[in-house]
Every structure is written in C-alpha cells, then in structure tokens.
C-alpha cells in the first residue's frame, strides 16, 4: 500500500559511497561527540534517510534529526524512517528524555528545544525562516547545552535557516559540517552557512555518508 499524505516517496534508491580519505581530525571529533544533529529542507529527504538507514545500532550517540515540512499537512516520514533504521527511533514530544542510541526526529508545527543533556521541549512561537520546526532554533539550543561534544551537519535547503544556529555550534565548539552547495539539490541553505563562515568542514554527501559510518 502506498504511503500517505506529505512523504508520497518511494524508498529512495541506495547512494553509492565512493571511499574518500577524511582528516584524522574530523574523524577525532566525530568519534568525541556525543550527539548528532542531522538537519535540511528541500533536496535533503533522500540524505536523511541514506543516513538513517545506515547509522550503527551501536552508535552511542544521540540522532536529532530537523526536517522542514509543510504545515498542517500529514506525515509518514517517521514511520519510514523507523521501518528501515537500526537504531530505536520517535518523533520529540514535549519534556521526551533525550538517550543515547535512539534517533529523534523535530515534529511539524513546533520548535525542537534541547533544554539540558537530558530533555527536550517544544515551542509554539511564529516561524523562523517561514519553518517550524526552525532549524536554527534547535541549533542554537544544542550550542548551549552539547558544545563540542555535538556534531552537526547542515544539507540542502532552499532558505538561510541553519546558518545563524551552526555558527552558534561552532562557536561553541561543536564540529559542524556544511554538504558542498555544489553537490546539493537546493544549494542556498548550506551556501548561507558557508557565507557567514559557519562550517568546520564542507563535504560532499559522499563524505558525510563515509565520516558517519568510519
């Protein structure tokens, strides 16, 4: 039976991971981080569930996935992602804990907070960026609470939200990570966060994907 609503996608097909070599730095870094923020908006669904499908049942990390949709409109992306994840994965409810192993994913039509290292909360202010769930708003939260034991990954998107918030990680000492704009689908969200110098690192999707899994 076809899925309904918002997420009237196929499975997407596998992406092929040519073996890039990666800095013993960014992998130091990635191997030190306690949490994952994995975020995006037009272009990015297909990453997102490469990403999801692929990550470690054993990661010892916490996943925090922020995924622009339409208001309003009925989603099964949760229910896709957790059919074909290894991890235990939910949408954030307000006051949820946030665990190690476990991927969450911002729900639509709030702001995902990370209010300390061990609980969300959500948020029904107006929109930022026309979004919400905002990914800055969730950005900066987690800059406050994780520092550098975050690594955070901005994909492609047609708006600057993420840009402000990455900034704010790297600033505090997360690792960020910014997909080329040349190798995205919608090149102005991670352009935006280039431009204000927001990225540690700007990687192919081919790279993140490898950085994920070494």
């Known amino acids: 039976m076809p899925l309904r609503g918002a997420s009237r996608q196929s499975i997407p097909k596998k992406i092929f991971i040519k ?6 730095d960014i992998k130091d870094r990635w191997h030190n981080s306690k949490v994952l923020l994995l975020a995006g908006s037009a ?5 997102l569930f490469h990403a999801v ?20 409109f ?8 957790a059919e074909n994840s290894r991890m235990y994965l939910r949408e954030i409810s307000d006051k949820d804990r946030i665990d190690s192993n476990t ?31 905002s990914i800055d708003v969730t950005f900066e939260s987690a800059a406050d609470v994780f520092k550098d034991k975050c ?14 918030g990455l900034l704010k990680l790297r ?3 997360s690792l960020t990570i910014v997909q080329d704009p040349a190798d995205a689908e919608m090149k102005d969200m991670p352009a935006a966060a280039i ?19 070494v």
């Open 19 to 24: 073996k890039l070599e990666l800095s013993n």
């Open 43 to 47: 272009g990015s669904f297909k990453l």
């Open 53 to 72: 499908k692929n990550l470690p049942a054993d990661l010892n990390k916490t996943v925090i996935i922020i995924i622009h949709r339409k208001k309003n």
């Open 74 to 81: 009925f989603s099964e992306i949760e229910k896709l992602f």
């Open 103 to 133: 991927i969450y994913i911002a729900p639509a039509n709030y702001h995902t907070l990370v209010e300390n290292e061990k609980q969300f909360s959500l948020d029904v202010s107006e929109a930022v960026w026309y979004s919400k769930p």
């Open 151 to 164: 690594t955070a990954v901005l994909l492609s998107g047609a708006n600057q939200d993420g840009a402000e």
């Open 171 to 173: 600033n505090n000492g």
């Open 195 to 213: 431009n204000i110098d927001a990225a540690d690192y700007v990687l192919s999707s081919n790279q993140i994907f490898q950085l994920l899994q």
